[in-house]
């Protein structure tokens, strides 16, 4: 089973975090990076996994708590990449083409796979923390929880209901899900247990017969966040969960004014220790940045004003 360890080897501690990025994305990168900094323990790592061509923009992050790694690491050498597009072939199963969105998910199960950690937070280039966040705040009397939400998955949600076809088809199960709503595993921020990741992947190998990237990189609809939550529930016979996310979401691909900002971040969850604001929404960089600065700063006061 081939997991694409990084060169630099597995690193060792209780959290860390996980970003898939690329050039588009760096000025979110860089905010993301700062709040990881400014909210997380020093002995987490910030793990930036960005394509080869896009690293040397990246590498003014690097640092004790930043590791810049090239995706090559990570995929097997049958995955070529198509000029020009967001694409790549595999070599040993050429059809179809792996999607931009699947392959950021295959990064994402090769690089969790790959640490040596009990949590790995997952946060794409549009998050920040808002919030200190330690592993305790994911864990409940010393067992790390996953957020699950029983029948939040409904005729609404199509897209879902598909996710979860490919989920246990991968997992090796003969029948699909069951009608009527579905059990949702989708969530910002989401916290993996690596060990559980690995467990996953081998399993995944011995269901389909192929390698884990090459059973992966063959959906056209797909959901690590889903395929996750299923393993978890329906193989391993789940364990603790939240049905509430630890951070506020804006994940429609529509701009947001600075006031409807300020609406959806004092509305979310009481002590959310995330934002995530859809890179796809196009909300311009400055206002992004000046409504997420007032409301850490409203938090900060509100917080410790708060303290006994």
Not at 17 to 27: A, F, N, R
Not at 115 to 140: E, I, K
Not at 199 to 218: F, K, M, N
Not at 253 to 274: F, K, N, V, Y
Request: net charge negative; glycine share 6%.
């Amino acid at each position: 089973m081939v997991f694409f360890s990084p060169r630099s080897g597995p690193v060792s501690g209780s959290l860390a975090v996980v970003t898939p990025s690329y050039g588009p994305d760096l000025e979110l990168c860089k905010d993301l990076n700062r709040s990881v900094l400014a909210m997380t323990a020093v002995d987490v790592v910030h793990h930036i996994v960005v394509p080869r061509n896009d690293r040397g923009d990246f590498e003014n992050l690097a640092g004790p708590r930043t590791q810049i790694h090239d995706a090559r690491e990570y995929l097997p050498r049958t995955f070529v990449h198509i000029p020009w597009l967001n694409m790549w072939i595999n070599a040993t199963r050429p059809w179809p083409p792996i999607r931009g969105w699947i392959y950021q998910q295959i990064i994402k199960l090769a690089v969790c796979a790959s640490l040596d950690t009990d949590g790995v937070l997952l946060l794409d280039s549009d998050s920040v923390l808002v919030r200190p966040t330690t592993l305790d705040a994911f864990s409940v009397e010393g067992e790390v929880c996953m957020y699950r939400k029983p029948r939040g998955v409904d005729h609404t949600l199509p897209g879902h209901r598909q996710w979860h076809i490919s989920g246990r088809k991968l997992l090796g199960f003969q029948t699909p899900p069951a009608d009527g709503d579905l059990t949702d595993y989708i969530c910002w921020p989401c916290l993996w247990e690596p060990r559980v990741v690995r467990d996953l992947l081998l399993h995944i190998e011995r269901a389909t017969g192929l390698a884990w990237p090459t059973a992966v990189g063959s959906q056209l609809h797909f959901s690590e966040m889903m395929l996750y939550g299923i393993f978890v529930d329906e193989v391993l016979g789940g364990k603790r969960a939240s049905t509430t996310m630890q951070g506020t979401v804006h994940s429609a691909e529509a701009a947001l004014s600075g006031t409807e900002i300020q609406e959806l971040l004092r509305s979310g969850p009481q002590d959310a220790l995330a934002v995530m604001l859809s890179a796809k929404a196009h909300i311009p960089l400055e206002t992004r940045r000046r409504e997420l600065k007032e409301f850490t700063d409203y938090i900060d006061k509100t917080d410790r004003t708060s303290q006994p």
